[in-house]
């Protein structure tokens, strides 16, 4: 591997981990609950680098937490979703930022997919609650 892929694997790497704790920053902001961070980066033909999953407790909570993510990484980062999807009914969002893919689940939502456990082989991050 060549210098520039190096420098431009560690730019990428960089930027991921800013994006990542922007996104839990406007989680947090609207009171999410059970964040987690998916590492993806190890596994084989995973088609980002990570997931992040958070629930809130109604479709209005859920609605506002894909607000405020969106809120706060063009604000820190000038970066926005490339692709969104299931604002229309709240109960599951998901957030497209190329290297990072953003989940928020209704409570209830969540816990039916379980992406958690399809993608048990990714290194977990669990962000405590803030109360």
């Known amino acids: 591997m060549d210098i520039k892929t190096r420098m431009h694997k560690k730019d990428k790497s960089t930027d991921s981990n800013a ?59 000038q970066q926005k979703p490339w692709h969104q999807e299931g604002k229309s009914n709240s109960e599951w969002v998901l957030l497209d930022y190329i290297d990072v893919v953003v989940h928020i689940f209704h409570k209830e939502t969540r816990k039916f997919y379980d992406l958690e456990e399809l993608w048990a082989d990714a290194k977990r991050t669990d962000i405590p609650n803030l109360d």
């Not at 902001?29 to 088609?47: C, G, Q, T, Y």
């Open 19 to 77: 994006l990542c704790d922007c996104i839990v920053e406007g989680m947090q902001e609207n009171k999410a609950k059970d964040i987690v961070i998916l590492d993806l980066r190890h596994i084989e033909n995973a088609v980002t680098d990570y997931f992040i999953i958070c629930s809130g407790d109604s479709t209005t909570q859920v609605e506002g937490i894909g607000s405020s993510i969106v809120r706060t990484s063009r604000k820190e980062l």
